[in-house]
T-cell receptor, first 109, second 112 residues
Framework: DAKTTQPTSMDCAEGRAANLPCNHS???????VYWYRQIHSQGPQYIIH?????ETNEMASLIITEDRKSSTLILPHATLRDTAVYYC??????????WGAGTKLIIKP | SQTIHQWPATLVQPVGSPLSLECTVE??????LYWYRQAAGRGLQLLFY??????ISSEVPQNLSASRPQDRQFILSSKKLLLSDSGFYLC???????????FGPGTRLTVT
């Protein structure tokens, strides 16, 4: 059980912001929210993580609701190279990330 | 900065042959190390992880084994490959919590 719910797939126009939602209603107080992505035929790539506060780095922004039951990953200006499967992960067991099915994001020109 | 190396990039091996995949990490000390496998069109399956030299935890019983002879070296081995061992093998490293995992480029293994 990955403890997260994500849409199976999403489309976004190139140049627009891509907003990827994730529900994690059973998250515990000390569990982080992690986002990774996997571009076709490549290994997964770490994007960002957060605990309570919103976070931003050079790749994306992470918005976590005040009750921590959901979050949104924002890619501010999506490019074709952002087409990938995006994984939201909250469950960690013995240093292992528990991966779900993710959201397939397709950026359209 | 930290770098993770994996080789070879692709490998074609006959059934029953041995396997050795190597992963090394640079720029960090005492990392957690992981071996994953991904079958075509499927999700990631954790095979082994290690929190220190000589410490290996196995997640999936199979004909694969892992070793960590040095702090930043992780090796995946098999004495006799099966057809079902075909897949994309990924090595990753992380610190302790929070678990930012960084993945290598992967080895695409085809067992024929």
């Amino acid at each position: 059980d990955a403890k997260t719910t994500q849409p199976t797939s999403m489309d976004c126009a190139e140049g627009r912001a891509a907003n990827l939602p994730c529900n994690h209603s059973t998250i515990s107080g000390n569990e982080y929210v992690y986002w990774y992505r996997q571009i076709h035929s490549q290994g997964p790539q770490y994007i960002i993580h957060g605990l309570k506060n919103n976070e931003t780095n050079e790749m994306a922004s992470l918005i976590i609701t005040e009750d921590r039951k959901s979050s949104t990953l924002i890619l501010p200006h999506a490019t074709l190279r952002d087409t990938a499967v995006y994984y939201c992960i909250v469950r960690v067991v013995d240093y292992q990330l528990i991966w779900g099915a993710g959201t397939k994001l397709i950026i359209k020109p | 900065s930290q770098t993770i190396h994996q080789w070879p990039a692709t490998l074609v091996q006959p059934v029953g042959s041995p396997l050795s995949l190597e992963c090394t990490v640079e720029g960090t000390s005492n990392p957690n190390l992981y071996w994953y496998r991904q079958a075509a069109g499927r999700g990631l399956q954790l095979l082994f992880y290690s929190v220190g030299i000589g410490q290996i935890s196995s997640e999936v019983p199979q004909n694969l084994s892992a070793s960590r002879p040095q702090d930043r070296q992780f090796i995946l081995s098999s004495k006799k490959l099966l057809l079902s061992d075909s897949g994309f093998y990924l090595c990753a490293w992380s610190g302790t919590l929070p678990l930012e995992q960084y993945f290598g480029p992967g080895t695409r293994l085809t067992v024929t």
